[in-house]
């Protein structure tokens, strides 16, 4: 299924944007009139929530729309250079607190809240594109694209060590 696809199956318009609740009921609506069911149509049915499960990860419906949009191809930018940083302070206070499930909790919390900004500075960088994304546009989503899987790493990091605390 092309990018393009995947919009046009849940009949969204090609966005970043998109709110949980209404895609999960475009998604509804669209599975109930592809449901195998109807008319045999098993393959329509698999495209329906094909199309829901790239459009409901964030990072996948980016690559989506930048596909859907002809993005230039570009060399991957990488991470924020102040972020290296960043993450090897952030790994030294989760060493520090490993022992204590408050401090990784508000450690985590913080993250949290570092990996939304980087989802909003995705959504920010596809708000600034009018038309097709040039190439500085592209390499600013695909570094808000790096930040935030760096971000969710760390995340899923602390809840191992949550668990292990």
């Given at each position: 299924?092309?990018?393009?696809d ?8 090609p966005?970043?944007g998109?709110s ?11 599975a ?6 109807a008319?045999?149509a098993?393959?329509s ?5 094909a ?7 964030p990072?996948r419906?980016a690559?989506a729309?930048l596909r859907?949009m002809?993005a230039?191809?570009?060399a991957?930018?990488g991470?924020?250079?102040?972020f290296?940083?960043e993450a ?6 989760v ?11 508000a450690i ?7 990996h ?14 009018e ?6 546009a592209?390499?600013?989503?695909l ?5 935030s ?6 995340l899923?990091q ?8």
């Amino acid at each position: 299924m092309s990018a393009a696809d995947s919009f046009e199956v849940l009949g969204i318009a090609p966005r970043f944007g998109l709110s949980a609740a209404d895609l999960r009921a475009r998604w509804m609506r669209a599975a109930a009139a592809a449901h195998p069911d109807a008319d045999g149509a098993v393959d329509s049915s698999a495209r329906v929530n094909a199309a829901y499960h790239e459009l409901a990860d964030p990072l996948r419906r980016a690559a989506a729309l930048l596909r859907s949009m002809r993005a230039p191809s570009v060399a991957d930018p990488g991470l924020p250079q102040a972020f290296l940083l960043e993450a090897m302070e952030i790994r030294e206070e989760v060493d520090g607190a490993k022992s204590d499930r408050a401090a990784l909790a508000a450690i985590r919390e913080a993250i949290e809240g570092r990996h939304q900004a980087a989802l909003d500075e995705i959504a920010a960088a596809f708000a600034a594109i009018e038309g097709a994304p040039d190439e500085a546009a592209t390499r600013r989503v695909l570094m808000g694209m790096n930040l935030s899987r760096a971000l969710a790493r760390i995340l899923e990091q602390i809840d191992q060590e949550i668990g292990q605390a």
